[in-house]
């Protein structure tokens, strides 16, 4: 059993949606991750967010918009997403964004754009 | 550039047979090195981790991992592979010790393991 959680598992949408994923982690981490995995590749890290401030965007379409209301949610808004964004969605957490901590990963979104 | 290379695509073993996952990484000094595993439809879980100490670590599912600063390798192993440890092995690394990019997992290519009966 994974200690964070995410909601949906599996979603279809069509590109003009408008959507959300969700991440919700209760071991007091300070720092949360979002990673897009394609299939039989690495996740590729989306965002940080330490202390609820966003710390690192590296370099994601702006139909990605992350949001962290409080230390233990983590949300990911979709919009006019395209196929190429079909994908596995990871959100991670970790104690702290500055000792190398490692991070624990939920099962992931797997995101359908139709 | 840093980098960490899993040089085994795809690996096939026996039920039973011993496993040896290889990883090596192109870092001038030592990072933090962590094994994750992948089954299928599922996120990532955290076999083990090295950031200093002893250079053999345990891991759960029996797995462990030995540290090579002069190979630079950290390289997975368990001594009896059973079938439910078929699964996509990532072996990553956070590549800063302190302030900068030390939050940044910098992952390997993975290797996938099939486990015959």
């Known amino acids: 059993d994974t200690e964070v959680t995410q909601t949906p598992k599996h979603l279809v949408m069509g590109m003009t949606n408008k959507k959300s994923l969700k991440c919700e982690q209760h071991m007091g981490h300070r720092a949360m991750y979002w990673y897009k995995q394609k299939a039989k590749k690495p996740p590729e890290l989306m965002f940080v967010?330490?202390?609820?401030?966003?710390?690192i965007n590296e370099s994601v379409p702006s139909r990605f918009s992350p949001e962290c209301p409080n230390s233990s949610l983590l949300n990911l808004h979709l919009h006019a997403l395209q196929p190429e964004d079909s994908a596995l969605y990871l959100c991670?957490?970790?104690?702290?964004?500055?000792?190398?901590?490692?991070?624990?990963f939920g099962d992931g979104t797997r995101l359908s754009i139709l | 550039a840093q980098s960490v290379t899993q040089p085994d695509i795809h690996i096939t073993v026996s039920e039973g047979a011993s496993l040896e996952l290889r990883c090596n990484y192109s870092y001038g000094a030592t990072p933090y090195l962590f094994w994750y595993v992948q089954s299928p439809g599922q996120g990532l879980q955290l076999l083990l981790k090295?950031?200093?100490?002893?250079?053999l670590v345990q891991g759960i599912k029996g797995f462990e991992a030995e540290f090579k600063r002069s190979q630079s390798s950290f390289n997975l192993r368990k001594p009896s592979v059973h079938w439910s440890d078929a699964a996509e092995y990532f072996c990553a690394v956070v590549l800063g010790r302190s302030g900068g990019s030390n939050y940044k997992l910098t992952f390997g290519k993975g290797t996938l393991l099939t486990v015959n009966p």
């Open positions: 967010y330490s202390y609820e401030k966003l710390s």
């Open positions: 991670a957490s970790s104690h702290a964004l500055d000792q190398g901590r490692p991070q624990h």
């Open positions: 090295y950031f200093s100490g002893d250079t």
